[in-house]
């Protein structure tokens, strides 16, 4: 089944200790998604790709950065985690509006559950 | 400037009720996109349904049905005859911006509780 994976589904590190969570697509669609959500909130977009363009939200915060070096990964990097990073990350795709499909909506991954001792 | 409004924040219900949670958007774009996303406690956000602004049919599958009506900018979702699987929360959410991809303004979400 085409999917979004997330790995790992909970990562804990340490207050100021670099992470990656990595996302991988089987759906083949060139728009990827980083989501923060804490708890009992609603998602808050981070940046997303467009291919290769990268699309970073104003208010997301400079310790938070992104690679996707193809169209099936896309990398979230928080260069020194605070307390207040603990979260869960939501990977999501789409194809771009307007290319058939589904068109712009968007399929999420299982999330990584981020714990900042 | 575009928004969704959930006001319910927590609904309890007895399995086999009917409920309906509601959803409340505000946007200037003309062509707009709708959706809910259902979250279980396992954290992962599952796509229930979207709807395009020109396309004002309601829907219903199973269980689920929804009710979109650009005259009071709402697309309100119906669950008939709950189960304690649906036990969730539930997200509305608003899509802006096309063509290089679209971003979510999510509703604070509304959380169903369905009890035995």
């Known amino acids: 089944d085409a999917m979004v994976i997330q790995n790992p589904r909970y990562q804990v590190t340490q207050f100021g200790k670099p992470v990656t969570l990595s996302c991988s697509q089987t759906l083949n669609h060139n728009v990827m998604y980083w989501y923060q959500q804490k708890s009992s909130q609603a998602p808050k977009l981070l940046f997303h790709?467009?291919?290769?363009?990268?699309?970073n939200e104003a208010d997301t915060p400079d310790n938070f950065q992104s690679r996707r070096p193809n169209t099936s990964f896309c990398f979230l990097d928080i260069r020194s985690p605070g307390l207040g990073d603990a979260a869960m990350y939501l990977c999501?795709?789409?194809?771009?509006?307007?290319?058939?499909?589904?068109?712009?909506?968007?399929?999420f991954g299982p999330g990584t559950r981020l714990t900042v001792l | 400037a575009q928004k969704v409004t959930q006001a319910q924040t927590e609904i309890s219900v007895v399995e086999k009720e009917d409920v309906t949670l509601d959803c409340v958007y505000e946007t200037r774009d003309t062509t707009y996109y709708l959706f809910w996303y259902k979250q279980p406690p396992s954290g992962e956000l599952v796509f229930l349904i979207r709807?395009?602004?020109?396309?004002?049919q309601n829907e219903i599958s199973g269980r689920y049905s929804w009710n979109f009506q650009k005259s009071t900018s709402s697309f309100n979702f119906t669950i008939t005859a709950s189960q304690v699987v649906d036990s969730a929360v539930y997200f509305c959410a608003l899509s802006e911006g096309y063509n290089q991809g679209g971003k979510l303004i999510f509703g604070q979400g509304t959380e169903l509780s369905v009890k035995p």
């Open positions: 709807r395009n602004s020109f396309d004002e």
């Open positions: 999501a795709t789409s194809r771009a509006s307007g290319t058939g499909g589904n068109g712009p909506t968007q399929y």
């Open positions: 790709y467009y291919d290769k363009d990268f699309n």
